[in-house]
């Protein structure tokens, strides 16, 4: 198949393309036409904008003089227009300068707060007629107040802390005189160290020169347990005094003696013998109380458990303290049951325990007393219960609490007269509870007292004291 297509020649293409021309080169500039006015009409409101920046940008200063509004219905003449408005009306310098100085110690103010409310000390600030304008949570919690409860604005710090005006602690804190000088007392609020114990330190607020205080700053802290621990430390130092002079003064009396070679009585030299023995034993024994008790302090008191025979335990505590019984003419009473289990115990320390107990109740019983070591198997032969009973002058109810604790002895004359450090019975527990076990007690005034030991038959506790 042929196919014929006419030929134009070249006359014709360029008629062809000239019918066509005027679409193909006017739509094309007919775009860029409308193109060009709608980015005029887009830029236009910047064009004075722009015009303004140049200009200040040449200039060392800048005022809110120096800018004209845009008056152009656009977006961008819009917010210009607000920002120069802003700019106007904002306030002098001096008065924005105020707004800033407000606004820093606004926040300086509220930093201050944050850090004396993080502080463990109770600290109140004060107006010129005793009021109180501030209150750290520190101080809510020694008054026994919850933050935002019970607000203690506008109270007195006498009112709020209790303080007698007419007590001699207070008494300058009542001085006129010393309105303008730092005063510190120790306000103790009950008639006994236990019922507490502040430091009340009051510090005149700086003031111009030659002006008086225009109020103070008050900062209180709880030193009970810091009181406490002087005062166990005290009789502690007294009791230690005692414990050592009296060994040592017969020691020397007795040695002194025996060197004179006078004495042609044996029997007497061995008495003397006895005695500067039973001395010496005395002071080894508190020297190793003191040795126990600096390991107590830094944690170091360890067990060394070894599987031991209680019976045969209980046989020497009891070998130990029945000559001591017997030179009193107490009457004691041991009850052992039948068969007691081997434990995993230290020996040594454990005896120590039961010795203490044991030797208190001597000590503290009259002659003629009774005093009753028992011994018995509980809970499904889980718990081994030791009882040391007695017939003694009992412990105050009050004292009860602090039995346990270090250098503590018990202010009944009948104990004064009794030599004594105060570390058995915190010893006693302290070797009780390294076993996993607790020490008990139950005592009734003049009529006598019972030590209870309560002991796991397994293995359970700490092996080590912690601090």
Same mark, same amino acid.
């Given at each position: 198949m042929v196919l014929g297509v006419p030929e134009r020649g070249v006359w014709g293409i360029?008629? %062809? %393309?000239?019918?066509?021309? $005027?679409? %193909?080169?006017?739509? $094309? +500039? %007919?775009?860029? +036409?409308?193109?060009?006015v709608v980015l005029?009409?887009?830029?236009? $409101?910047?064009? $004075?904008?722009?015009q303004q920046l140049e200009r200040l940008a040449t200039r060392l200063t800048v005022s809110p003089a120096d800018l004209e509004p845009v008056r152009l219905p656009a977006p961008a003449a819009v917010g210009w227009n607000r920002l120069v408005e802003a700019l106007r009306h904002g306030g002098q310098p001096e008065e924005r300068e105020s707004r800033l100085a407000q606004a820093l110690e606004g926040y300086r103010q509220k930093k201050s707060d944050q850090v004396l409310n993080s502080l463990l000390d109770g600290v109140a600030v004060t107006d010129g007629q005793g009021r109180i304008t501030f209150a750290n949570k520190a101080l809510l919690g020694l008054l026994g107040r919850r933050p935002g409860e019970d607000s203690v604005c506008g109270q007195t710090m006498f009112d709020c802390l209790g303080l007698a005006p007419g007590g001699q602690a207070v008494q300058p804190l009542k001085d006129p005189s010393l309105e303008g000088r730092p005063v510190i007392v120790e306000y103790q609020r009950g008639g006994q160290i236990e019922d507490g114990v502040l430091r009340i330190v009051r510090t005149p607020l700086a003031a111009e020169p030659g002006q008086s205080a225009r109020g103070h700053v008050w900062c209180v802290r709880d030193v009970t347990q810091q009181k406490l621990a002087d005062q166990m430390r005290e009789q502690f130092v007294n009791a230690a005094t005692h414990e050592l002079r009296t060994p040592l003064a017969n020691i020397k009396a007795y040695s002194e003696t025996l060197a004179l070679g006078d004495m042609v009585d044996v029997e007497q030299q061995k008495a003397f013998c006895n005695t500067i023995d039973e001395e010496v034993t005395r002071l080894a024994n508190f020297v190793d109380d003191l040795l126990h008790l600096s390991r107590m302090q830094v944690g170091s008191t360890c067990l060394n458990r070894q599987t031991t025979d209680m019976e045969r335990l209980f046989r020497e505590v009891v070998g130990k303290v029945s000559q001591q019984m017997k030179q009193q003419q107490i009457t004691f009473e041991v009850e052992l049951p039948g068969k007691l289990p081997e434990l995993l115990v230290d020996k040594e320390k454990f005896t120590v325990a039961v010795v203490n107990l044991l030797g208190n109740a001597a000590k503290y019983t009259p002659e003629g007393g009774r005093i009753r070591l028992g011994v018995e198997l509980r809970e499904g032969d889980e718990t081994l219960q030791i009882d040391v009973e007695d017939t003694g002058i009992g412990i105050a109810p009050q004292e009860l609490p602090k039995i346990f604790d270090r250098f503590f002895r018990s202010t009944d004359p009948r104990v004064g007269r009794t030599s004594g450090s105060g570390l058995g019975l915190a010893l006693t527990q302290e070797i009780v509870r390294l076993h996993g076990g607790k020490v008990t007690v139950e005592s009734e005034l003049n009529k006598g007292s019972r030590f209870t030991i309560l002991l796991p038959t397994r293995t359970e506790g700490a092996t080590c004291s912690g601090v």
């Open positions: 360029f008629r %062809a %393309a000239a019918e066509r021309a $005027p679409v %193909a080169f006017w739509l $094309p +500039v %007919a775009l860029i +036409v409308v193109g060009i005029k009409r887009t830029l236009r $409101p910047l064009v $004075p904008i722009e």
